[in-house]
């Protein structure tokens, strides 16, 4: 009795160190996470550290305003435990993303305490906007009235012969007719809203090109790691105090060299307006022929008048932005003879062989490239 006793003692020791090997193997693998785009990318990394693994949906030189998810993008984010967005309506195409891979983890707002810079309520883009799907409901509204005179004329011309069931019957599909157009309608002016509704909310979703913000980015995202694999919280957060103590000492560097520039050379002309957040921190200012996306077209208007800027204020040299299709700001420099003073990068970083592999890399070689070229 006592021998079967410590033999079915020994299997079932046996058994439960089998069980926990494996178990123990799985809990040191990396937590499979998601970000959205190169920069956000790169501080989950810079946080998560070797506790992670980090798949980023826009890579460098990405452009994230005209992205389309693939299927590989949706089996990334269904097996991910935590999605780090920027938030401020910058991911326009998250949402759809996050439905059609029925996403079951955790998502996580990078911005979330960040100090959003509002858009102004006659931001002239905007405005632009808002006159065209004006101008579209009252080209629907005359369509429909066209379509009433019509059926009215048709009705005034329709033989007595009919009888008044057929009658009826055809008012009925004409009904049902004008409400599967107006129906139709509405859906192109809610589509049309979606496609631009991600560049025109109510802030700027820039929020990185402060290196201030980037402390409150690394903050948020260290917390977030940490509610979700607890065991590695102190980790997380010892890798986010070193990576803010270098954005910190990096803040007070950009800051120096752009307090040192002269008052009369801090206007900046750019591909597409992504430095509000920059100006706002470091006391430049950012002038652009398009809007907050690279969707956005620059009008005629536009153009004149950041030409006419360009002149009037001496503006030495424009810059071009590594994600953007820069022949109209060429054409701008060609006219006005102001210089290319180099590439910036807004959006997305550079390749691993690029000046802007890291988000410090990136902030570092704006700022260097902006005090060369307006300090010269």
Known sequence: MTTRRTLLQSATAAIALSLAGPM???????????????ILGNMVERVGGEHVMVTTLVGPDGDAHVYQPTPADARAVSGAELLFVNGLEFEG????????SDFDGVRVVSTDGVEAIAFAEGDEHHE????????????????????????????EHKG?????????????????????????????????????????GAFDPHAWQNLA???????NIAEA????????????????????????????????????????SRTVVTSHDAFGYFSARYGLTFEAPVGMSTESEASAADVAAIITQIRKEGISAVFVESIT????????????????????????????????????????????TLAQALGS
């Open 24 to 38: 123990t193997a799985f809990s040191s693998e990396p937590m499979p996470v998601v970000a959205t785009f190169s």
């Open 93 to 100: 195409w998250i949402d759809r993303l996050a439905e059609a």
């Open 128 to 155: 632009e906007h808002e006159g065209e799907e004006h101008a579209e409901h009252d080209d629907h509204e005359e369509h429909e009235g066209e379509e009433h005179a019509e059926h009215d004329d048709h009705e």
């Open 160 to 200: 007595e012969e009919h009888a008044e069931h057929d009658d009826h019957k055809e008012h009925e599909g004409e009904e049902h007719a004008e409400h599967d157009e107006h129906d139709k309608h509405e859906g192109e002016e809610h589509a049309d809203h979606d496609h631009h509704g991600h560049h025109h």
């Open 213 to 219: 913000n980037g402390v409150i980015y690394a903050g």
């Open 225 to 264: 790691l940490a509610a979700a694999d607890p065991d590695n919280a102190e980790s997380y957060r010892a890798n986010a105090d070193a990576f803010i103590a270098e954005m910190k000492a990096l803040d007070a560097e950009v800051l120096a060299l752009m307090t040192a520039l002269p008052e009369s």
């Open 325 to 368: 299709d820069n022949r109209l700001l060429q054409q701008i420099a060609n006219e006005t003879g102001a210089a290319i003073g180099g590439t910036l990068y807004s959006d997305a970083l550079s390749g691993a062989d690029g000046p802007a592999a890291t988000y410090l890399d990136m902030m570092r070689y704006n700022a260097t």
